[in-house]
């Protein structure tokens, strides 16, 4: 079985503090995303990944960063957090064919409350 | 108008119905089809994969698709309280990125 794991399941941090979100696929997939899931607006990308070192803007990449060393490492980094950015943050890996048998995996997300 | 839509719920049914979800989309550039199921604070699973018109299923599920009228479905039968979750649509048209609908919660009554 596929699988994205994301280092915490929550975390609470004060306004102004760096946050780390560390995502980790063990599926060799080519391309990584993080999203954010909010009540009423559904998922939004952030930020996505098709290679190493490689990074593309989301729709909503402002107030973030990403990283990439490793294939199967993604982080998104918080540079100051803010309490806007009180959300839950997904994780995914997909296979990154392009066509059929593209699919989209994710981890059991990160609850982040910024106080 | 949103590229994809989908039923607002929430939905309650009693256990046993037979549950229909529908999303429904404007690009016509949409080539592959997934449903998405969300447990309470867990990430979606994916359910269900098609890419092309026509019924798909899998044990109680139903994927339906038709590109003619832009429309996707989810039919779940005898449904269970272990059915209760939110399930999201998702499709891709080829070489870009995932679009989801917003989802809808379903709460299967005992």
């Known amino acids: 079985d596929v699988k994205v794991t994301q280092s915490s399941r929550y975390l609470v941090k004060r306004t102004g503090e760096k946050v780390f979100l560390e995502c980790v696929q063990d599926?060799?997939?080519?391309?990584m995303f993080w999203y954010r899931q909010d009540p009423g607006l559904g998922l939004r990308l952030i930020y996505f990944?098709?290679?190493?070192?490689?990074?593309e803007k989301g729709d909503i990449p402002e107030g973030y960063s990403v990283s990439r060393e490793k294939k199967e490492r993604f982080s998104l980094i918080l540079e100051s957090a803010s309490t806007n950015q009180t959300s839950m943050y997904l994780c995914?890996?997909?296979?990154?064919?392009?066509?059929?048998?593209?699919?989209?995996?994710f981890g059991s997300g990160t609850q982040l409350s910024v106080l | 108008q949103k590229e994809v839509e989908q039923d607002p719920g929430p939905l309650s049914v009693p256990e046993g119905a037979i549950v229909s979800l529908n999303c429904t989309y404007s690009?016509?550039?949409?080539?592959?089809f997934m449903w998405y199921r969300q447990y309470s604070r867990k990430g979606p699973e994916l359910l269900m994969y098609?890419?092309?018109?026509g019924n798909k299923e899998d044990g109680r599920f139903t994927a339906q698709v038709d590109k003619s009228s832009k429309y996707i479905s989810l039919f779940i039968r005898d449904s269970q309280p272990s059915d209760s979750a939110t399930y999201l649509c998702?499709?891709?048209?080829?070489?870009?990125?995932?679009?989801f609908g917003p989802g809808t919660r379903l709460s299967v009554l005992p």
């Open positions: 995914a890996s997909s296979t990154g064919t392009g066509g059929v048998g593209e699919k989209l995996f």
């Open positions: 599926m060799d997939h080519e391309n």
């Open positions: 990944s098709y290679d190493v070192k490689m990074k």
């Open positions: 690009n016509s550039a949409f080539q592959y």
């Open positions: 098609t890419y092309s018109s």
């Open positions: 998702a499709m891709i048209p080829y070489g870009q990125n995932f679009v």
